[in-house]
């Protein structure tokens, strides 16, 4: 980090750094995902067309079913994206 710091690294090394550390995965619970993104329970739920205590509970699940996960990220905006990896090879899951 101190190469970065004091110019060190060519431009291309530079822009890769930067490019891995902006696909950097940050890993949260769901709870924690729509805290950081600022909505409470009750804004979510309304855009979920759930209930506040429906949502309680989802976020609260060790289990859930990818249905309930994406109506749950795509309130928040976001789509759901699942990935298996098997013997290090990451294959993205397009039929669930």
Same mark, same amino acid.
């Given at each position: 980090?101190?190469?970065?710091k004091?110019g060190?690294l060519?431009p291309?090394?530079?822009?890769?750094?930067?490019? /891995?550390?902006?696909?950097?995965?940050?890993?949260?619970t769901l709870?924690?995902l /729509?805290q950081?993104?600022?909505?409470t329970q009750t804004?979510?739920? /309304?855009t979920?067309?759930m209930?506040?205590?429906?949502?309680?509970?989802l976020?609260?699940?060790?289990d859930?079913r990818?249905?309930?996960? /994406?109506?749950y990220?795509?309130a928040?905006?976001?789509?759901?994206?699942i990935?298996a !990896? !098997?013997g290090?090879?990451r294959?993205?899951?397009?039929?669930?």
């Open positions: 980090m101190k190469a970065v004091v060190r060519a291309q090394a530079l822009a890769r750094v930067t490019t /891995r550390a902006q696909e950097e995965i940050r890993e949260f709870k924690e /729509r950081d993104l600022d909505v804004e979510l739920a /309304r979920a067309d209930t506040q205590s429906e949502m309680s509970r976020e609260s699940r060790a859930h990818v249905s309930s996960l /994406r109506r990220v795509e928040l905006g976001g789509e759901i994206e990935t !990896i !098997i290090g090879r294959v993205k899951l397009t039929d669930v």
